[in-house]
């Protein structure tokens, strides 16, 4: 057993095994009503929050910061756990192929809002669009895509212990966790610090 300054820290019993069925409840429920539609779509919407920041960067700094890239896929998990995805190995998946979308549509931003300021005019989406495919068709933007896709791969990593767990997992650590539970020694055994 250990003291405070070993790792032990005193907790209520009641809100750990709360906490803990909490989890479990939350993990059972996601299993039987999860889905992958509205998690895939949560994942999307997320990860294009997770853009946001990447953009403003380069809009206006003119900079590219390879962190920043770590927020697209923890933010497409967070966003398809938020709006219901089944917490299954499909979690990965759907963040994965969101982040993959959203490294697109940090350059496809970047480029639109360029051109709308080059013109000093908004223009459609579509015509948006347009000059996006022929800029990809054409390869003019190549460089770019494959050194955000090293940089979305670094992100990747750097946010692999997030975005790939599971609701199982989650409910395996609640549990280890409470299984840790020590009652607390008498207040004579406590030796000062």
Known sequence: ??????????????????????VQERAAHNE????????????????????????LIILFAQRIYALLFALIPICAYYGYQLLGGRMDRGAFVCTLVSSVFNLFSIHFLTNYI???????????????????????ASGSITGNLIQSGLFLL????????????????????AAAA???????????????L
């Open 1 to 22: 057993g250990g003291g405070l300054g070993e790792g032990y820290l005193p907790v209520h019993r009641a809100c750990v095994e709360g906490r803990n069925r909490t």
């Open 32 to 55: 039987a009503s999860g889905s992958y539609i509205t998690g895939f779509l949560g994942a999307l919407l997320g990860g294009i929050v997770g853009t946001l920041p990447t953009v």
């Open 114 to 136: 360029s051109l709308c300021q080059a013109l000093g005019r908004a223009v459609s989406l579509w015509t948006g669009l347009g000059m996006y495919a022929d800029a990809v």
């Open 154 to 173: 670094l992100g990747l990593w750097f946010s692999w212990r997030v975005i790939t767990r599971t609701g199982r997992q989650q409910a395996h650590q």
């Open 178 to 192: 409470a299984d840790t539970l020590r009652p607390r020694p008498d207040r004579a055994g406590i030796r000062a």
